[in-house]
């Protein structure tokens, strides 16, 4: 989460010397375009080879918000690639490293629309699907191997993301716009809570277990050797 028009380098640095000022942290920078391959294997070659790294937040991404027709397709494949194959690619290279070392934390930065395709666009929320269903997938090899996974589901947050897009966040009404550091605090509050999914403003987290637990109940019936009666012959003939 970031704020001001200044090149990345510099963001990146004044960043770095505010954290080793303010806390007195060793703070290093390493700057990557993540929609080019080869800085991306640079960062995973990074996450992969160097022990001291024991938690990721796979955060970078941008948005789309308006309607998919008319989408620009080069901003389509940036936006999968940054918010798709780079999440990817860095997750399997931090899991793989966490899981041999028996140790670390992987946080994958999704969002709401995961749970909700019909707001915005379509090809934005796709990609945050996507992020909840590698989490998913990832906490079950990972737990075993003593590696704590958590995806956040933010809902709209007050970032340059909305600007980046197009969009200007005062049109939303204020009260469905969380401030930054609540939505931080909130989904480093629900990894304290050892949750895998945190949605920092839903008010009750048993709505999405019932929504998981129902999701989870169709499993065994998704992949069976005959189609649904429904779908039988003389069925469709008497439709
Ligand atoms: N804001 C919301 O309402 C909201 C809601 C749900 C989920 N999210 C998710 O939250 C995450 C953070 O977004 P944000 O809201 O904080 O937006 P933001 O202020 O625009 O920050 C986006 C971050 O991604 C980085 N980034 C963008 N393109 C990149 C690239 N090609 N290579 C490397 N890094 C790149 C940016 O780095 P630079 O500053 O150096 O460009 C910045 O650190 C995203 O995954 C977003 O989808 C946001």
Redesign the pocket.
């Known amino acids: ?3 001001g028009i200044r090149l ?1 380098q510099t ?2 640095d004044d960043l770095a010397a505010q954290l080793r000022t303010g806390s007195g942290v060793g703070v290093e920078t390493l700057r ?5 391959a080869a ?1 991306v294997a640079q960062v995973a070659q990074r996450l992969s080879s160097d022990p001291a790294i024991s938690l990721l937040v ?6 789309m918000i308006g309607p998919l027709i008319g989408s620009e397709p080069q901003r389509l494949e ?1 936006m999968i ?3 798709v194959v ?2 990817t690619q860095l997750a399997v290279a931090a899991a793989t490293a966490f899981a041999a070392r028996g140790r670390g934390t992987l946080i994958n ?5 995961a749970l909700a395709p019909e707001r915005y666009n379509g090809a ?1 929320s796709g ?2 699907a996507y ?1 909840l269903n590698l989490t998913q997938a990832l906490e079950q090899e990972l737990s075993p191997r003593g590696v704590r996974v958590q995806v ?13 897009a197009g969009i200007d ?1 005062s049109y939303l009404p204020p009260g469905m ?2 401030e ?1 550091d609540e ?1 931080v605090d909130a989904a480093l509050a629900g990894l304290d809570l050892c949750e895998t999914v945190t949605i920092p403003s839903l008010p009750d987290m048993l709505e999405w277990d019932v929504l998981n637990t129902m999701r989870l109940d169709l499993v065994p019936l998704l992949s069976l050797k005959y189609a649904a009666a429904r779908y039988a012959e003389d069925a469709t003939f008497s439709a």
């Open positions: 989460m970031s704020a990345p963001r990146l990557a375009d993540l929609t080019v800085d796979n955060n970078a991404g941008i948005a940036k690639s940054l918010n780079a999440v930065i999704a969002s709401v629309l934005y990609t945050k992020v956040v589901l933010p809902g709209a947050t007050r970032t340059e993301l909305w600007a980046r966040i716009v969380m930054v939505m």
